[in-house]
């Protein structure tokens, strides 16, 4: 389903840290564990921190890294998404 080895890793192991640093589905998994992502959760709004990180990440489709940070969340937790 990917080409990247990282986000290849984390399919078959959610516990595998691999993270390529020019693959946004890697950013998208990294920024899932991240306070900002959490906070953002916890609060259940997009915060300016967590939207200030989507922007530097994936510009004008920051809802798509949310959307992409969000399955991962889920994958990484063991719920479908
Ligand atoms: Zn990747």
Known sequence: MTDCP???AAEQNRLSGLIYADCLSCAARSLAKSHAYFDAVRSE??????RDVLQLIFGEQWRDGHAAAKAWSAKLAGVKA
Not at 45 to 50: G, L, N, R, S
């Open 45 to 50: 709004t997009i915060t300016p921190a967590y």
């Open 6 to 8: 990282g986000c290849f």
